[in-house]
């Protein structure tokens, strides 16, 4: 669409073990409410910030990150305007947070490496709400090639999902 975005980011390393950073996102963006009847339909505008801390400690082979993340959403449904019976705009405000801690036995030299991840938002909007814990373990077979085994579960739907694969990159 039309509209520029913006996005700062800051990030600084405190000693050898620990960086601390923090970022900001605004924006705008375009688009229609498809859950109203075509005739009704028209290309509105949702204006929406984000923002959050975030921090990384770093020890030996052992690696923990984490974020957290607040949202604020003026029409993330792109509602038309509110003459339209029963609708309107409705503000949605959304936080979230993910800690992701990964091990590397054998450094950055080392074939194998393993990874746990957790994924949690809460919103005003409930569909939104998620969260997720997972695991991962990966191989390396060659610099651009790995195999890798992943299984998450969702505590919110109550399901597992098994994932295996290989990634590569030429």
């Known amino acids: 669409d039309k509209y520029k975005n913006t996005m700062f980011r800051l990030s600084q390393d405190l000693g050898e073990h620990v960086r601390v950073g923090g970022f900001a996102y605004f924006g705008r963006e375009q688009g229609e409410n498809l859950d109203l009847p075509h ?6 505008t949702n204006d929406m910030w984000m923002a959050g801390p975030d921090v990384t400690l770093e020890l030996g082979n052992v690696q923990l990150n984490a974020q957290y993340v607040t949202r604020s959403d003026e029409n993330p449904s792109f ?8 609708t309107g705009p409705a503000k949605v405000k959304t936080n979230g947070a993910f800690g992701e801690l990964v091990i590397t036995p054998g450094g950055d030299a080392g074939k194998w490496y393993c990874a746990a991840l957790y994924n949690w938002v809460d919103s005003e909007q409930n569909s ?6 997972t695991g991962h373990v990966g191989y390396m077979l060659a610099r651009n090639f790995r195999v890798v085994g992943e299984v998450t579960h969702d505590t919110i739907a109550k399901t ?3 994932s295996v694969g290989f990634v590569s990159a030429f």
């Open 79 to 86: 509602y038309s305007p509110s003459w339209i019976a029963g």
């Open 128 to 133: 939104l709400d998620y969260e997720t814990i």
């Open 160 to 162: 597992t999902k098994l």
């Open 39 to 44: 005739q009704w339909r028209m290309v509105t």
